[in-house]
Nanobody
Framework: QVQLVESGGGLVQAGGSLRLSCAAS????????VGWYRQTPGKQRESVAS???????DYADSVKGRFTISRDNAKNTVYLQMDSLKPEDTAVYYC?????WGQGTQVTVSS
């Protein structure tokens, strides 16, 4: 059974950093593109960052220059390094692979 497990969320002050992890129990992990998304109550889930199987990355304009997505294929894990966090980054963050979703991890940024 394929599972995606996010971790690393928490409470941080504005300007701080967090690193999220998405661990996937899937064969041939290196062949998948992976995306990070976030959602706040009453709003649609939005794409934050993505990384292709070849390592190409893409970011939402709102996080460019502050967030970095990376992957470690040996560990079946994708990371989202979040720096210079802002209160508007507060959301539940999800990773997605192959149409599957993890359970999400809460990120709260206090002002």
């Amino acid at each position: 059974q394929v599972q995606l497990v996010e971790s690393g969320g928490g409470l941080v002050q504005a300007g701080g950093s967090l690193r999220l992890s998405c661990a996937a129990s899937v064969s041939f992990f290196s062949l998948y593109a992976v995306g990070w998304y976030r959602q706040t109550p009453g709003k649609q889930r939005e794409s934050v960052a993505s990384i292709t199987k070849g390592g190409d990355t893409d970011y939402a304009d709102s996080v460019k220059g502050r967030f970095t997505i990376s992957r470690d294929n040996a560990k079946n894990t994708v990371y989202l390094q979040m720096d210079s966090l802002k209160p508007e980054d507060t959301a539940v963050y999800y990773c997605s692979l192959g149409g599957l979703w993890g359970q999400g991890t809460q990120v709260t940024v206090s002002s």
